[in-house]
């Protein structure tokens, strides 16, 4: 049997950027990236995170795509075809969607509650101080939204709608773009006075995004905040689980990958640097720097409703639209995750699609619950390795994008670098006469930079290296 014959594809290079787009671009730019950079203090997270994305983002990315196209398998078998003893790779990157789905499904609910609130003209409430620890404390209602989100996702896997997201996301992706631009420049103008007289500025809250600031920095803080970006690049980039070996075993032979590759990042970091924009500025305004540091998932939550609240009646409007479009990104995300796990199951266990994507649902279903259950009936605090106290939500992110995806890059890059060679991932570029950007540099990267950062990481991430 030619699988290739059988194997559907793109229609070309646009559909796949667009799809890989819509698989980049969800809550990990809009949710995932100003929390961490709150978190971080702003400026130097956002500079370790340009720099990795450009360099170490950009090879993962490359060799991902170019592995799937090459093979034109799935991840579960596609690593095996590339090296027989690398089969486990594609295991492994299987597991981790299936750790992710569960809370991106309970945050996606909390998105939906929010464009419910807005809806029905509660804006002013969703401002007010406590709204979202009280929402998240509740017991049952953040589960019966994380099930809303859930099932949209699964619907659009059981019904194969996916060419019909792939067309919406046309246009709705630049719309949200445009919006995101509307409410970080509106963000940058805000102004606020404490009781105490203190001014702030979203200006000044640029300046802290934008600027690293050095003091006090502990080589212990350094390497947290290099964690952090590097496992955002992960989560960002869809990379690190096989997700975009899939994708790349779609692409049509005479697509140009380099520039493909190329457009796919720069609209995730420039969607992740707007979102920056439009938050930081604004809880660096009404929280001061405090609220900075003490910021964590619920940050989106917290701080947004406040600037649309400033915005005054338009601000409704703006909310309701804001987040119906970040409930599209993440359902094009959500699925994409979904679908990852679905295709696996079949391939590995030979399930049909509906077999499949039943399991998964149910999967994520409980365990999604269990996330929710951890604000409230479960709640403890644990304190993670990199010093941050975590609930449910936090350990299954940090299980997965800090310790299992540096895993699976490093073995990639073994795989690449030094069992095979990088000329496979440079000549499957270069087959149809596309000159590959950055070869040097790609080479360097694979063989001997990332994996010497990643292994020192991952062993820093696992906390066998104390700080
Ligand atoms: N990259 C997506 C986002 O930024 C999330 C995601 C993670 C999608 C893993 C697929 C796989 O939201």
């Given at each position: 049997?030619?699988?290739?014959?059988?194997?559907?594809?793109?229609?070309?290079?646009l559909g796949f950027v667009l799809a890989a787009a819509g698989s980049a671009v969800g809550?990990?730019?809009?949710?995932?990236?100003?929390?961490?950079?709150?978190?971080?203090?702003?400026?130097?997270?956002?500079?370790?995170?340009?720099?990795?994305?450009?360099?170490?983002?950009?090879?993962?990315?490359?060799?991902?795509?170019?592995?799937?196209?090459?093979?034109?398998?799935?991840?579960?078998?596609?690593?095996?075809?590339?090296?027989?003893?690398?089969?486990?790779?594609?295991?492994?990157?299987?597991?981790?969607?299936?750790?992710?789905?569960?809370?991106?499904?309970?945050?996606?609910?909390?998105?939906?509650?929010?464009?419910?609130?807005?809806?029905?003209?509660?804006?002013?409430?969703?401002?007010?101080?406590?709204?979202?620890?009280?929402?998240?404390?509740?017991?049952?209602?953040?589960?019966?939204?994380?099930?809303?989100?859930?099932?949209?996702?699964?619907?659009?896997?059981?019904?194969?709608?996916?060419?019909?997201?792939?067309?919406?996301?046309?246009?709705?992706?630049?719309?949200?773009?445009?919006?995101?631009?509307?409410?970080?420049?509106?963000?940058?103008?805000?102004?606020?006075?404490?009781?105490?007289?203190?001014?702030?500025?979203?200006?000044?809250?640029?300046?802290?995004?934008?600027?690293?600031?050095?003091?006090?920095?502990?080589?212990?803080?350094?390497?947290?905040?290099?964690?952090?970006?590097?496992?955002?690049?992960?989560?960002?980039?869809?990379?690190?689980?096989?997700?975009?070996?899939?994708?790349?075993?779609?692409?049509?032979?005479?697509?140009?990958?380099?520039?493909?590759?190329?457009?796919?990042?720069?609209?995730?970091?420039?969607?992740?640097?707007?979102?920056?924009?439009?938050?930081?500025?604004?809880?660096?305004?009404?929280?001061?720097?405090?609220?900075?540091?003490?910021?964590?998932?619920?940050?989106?939550?917290?701080?947004?409703?406040?600037?649309?609240?400033?915005?005054?009646?338009?601000?409704?409007?703006?909310?309701?639209?804001?987040?119906?479009?970040?409930?599209?990104?993440?359902?094009?995300?959500?699925?994409?995750i979904m679908e990852a796990i679905v295709s696996s199951f079949m391939d590995r266990f030979g399930f049909?699609?509906?077999?499949?994507?039943?399991?998964?649902?149910?999967?994520?279903?409980?365990?999604?619950?269990?996330?929710?259950?951890?604000?409230?009936?479960?709640?403890?605090?644990?304190?993670?390795?990199?010093?941050?106290?975590?609930?449910?939500?936090?350990?299954?992110?940090?299980?997965?994008?800090?310790?299992?995806?540096?895993?699976?890059?490093?073995?990639?890059?073994?795989?690449?670098?030094?069992?095979?060679?990088?000329?496979?991932?440079?000549?499957?570029?270069?087959?149809?006469?596309?000159?590959?950007?950055?070869?040097?540099?790609?080479?360097?990267?694979?063989?001997?930079?990332?994996?010497?950062?990643?292994?020192?990481?991952?062993?820093?991430?696992?906390?066998?290296?104390?700080?």
């Amino acid at each position: 049997m030619n699988t290739k014959e059988k194997r559907n594809s793109f229609s070309g290079s646009l559909g796949f950027v667009l799809a890989a787009a819509g698989s980049a671009v969800g809550l990990g730019n809009l949710w995932r990236f100003p929390y961490l950079a709150a978190k971080d203090g702003g400026g130097l997270f956002l500079v370790m995170y340009l720099i990795l994305a450009f360099t170490f983002g950009f090879s993962l990315l490359m060799t991902e795509i170019a592995i799937g196209r090459k093979t034109r398998q799935g991840p579960l078998t596609a690593y095996g075809r590339i090296h027989p003893s690398a089969k486990w790779i594609g295991v492994l990157g299987c597991l981790i969607p299936m750790i992710i789905m569960p809370y991106y499904c309970a945050i996606g609910g909390w998105v939906i509650k929010y464009l419910t609130g807005f809806l029905s003209g509660q804006g002013s409430a969703m401002a007010e101080d406590g709204y979202f620890s009280g929402f998240i404390g509740e017991t049952v209602s953040p589960v019966i939204f994380m099930i809303i989100f859930l099932a949209i996702c699964a619907f659009v896997i059981f019904a194969g709608v996916n060419k019909g997201i792939e067309r919406m996301s046309k246009f709705i992706m630049p719309a949200l773009l445009v919006l995101v631009i509307i409410i970080a420049i509106f963000s940058l103008t805000l102004t606020h006075t404490d009781t105490d007289g203190t001014t702030r500025t979203g200006l000044d809250g640029l300046r802290i995004f934008l600027i690293p600031n050095m003091e006090g920095m502990t080589a212990q803080s350094f390497f947290s905040v290099l964690m952090d970006a590097m496992g955002q690049l992960f989560f960002s980039l869809s990379v690190a689980m096989g997700i975009m070996v899939a994708y790349g075993s779609y692409v049509p032979d005479d697509s140009n990958l380099n520039k493909s590759v190329t457009q796919i990042e720069i609209f995730d970091t420039a969607v992740a640097i707007l979102a920056g924009i439009m938050i930081l500025p604004a809880v660096y305004t009404f929280m001061g720097s405090e609220g900075l540091s003490a910021s964590g998932p619920g940050l989106m939550f917290i701080s947004l409703p406040k600037v649309f609240a400033a915005m005054g009646g338009a601000g409704q409007v703006i909310g309701c639209l804001f987040f119906a479009m970040v409930l599209f990104a993440a359902i094009t995300s959500g699925v994409s995750i979904m679908e990852a796990i679905v295709s696996s199951f079949m391939d590995r266990f030979g399930f049909s699609r509906k077999k499949a994507a039943g399991l998964e649902t149910i999967i994520a279903l409980v365990v999604g619950a269990i996330v929710c259950f951890g604000y409230n009936l479960l709640y403890f605090e644990q304190t993670l390795p990199n010093g941050t106290t975590a609930q449910i939500l936090d350990i299954l992110d940090y299980v997965s994008n800090n310790c299992l995806m540096p895993l699976v890059a490093i073995a990639t890059c073994i795989l690449i670098g030094w069992i095979t060679s990088p000329n496979e991932v440079i000549g499957e570029v270069e087959k149809n006469g596309v000159h590959m950007n950055r070869k040097m540099l790609y080479k360097m990267m694979v063989r001997v930079i990332a994996p010497a950062l990643l292994v020192f990481l991952l062993i820093k991430s696992v906390g066998l290296l104390a700080p």
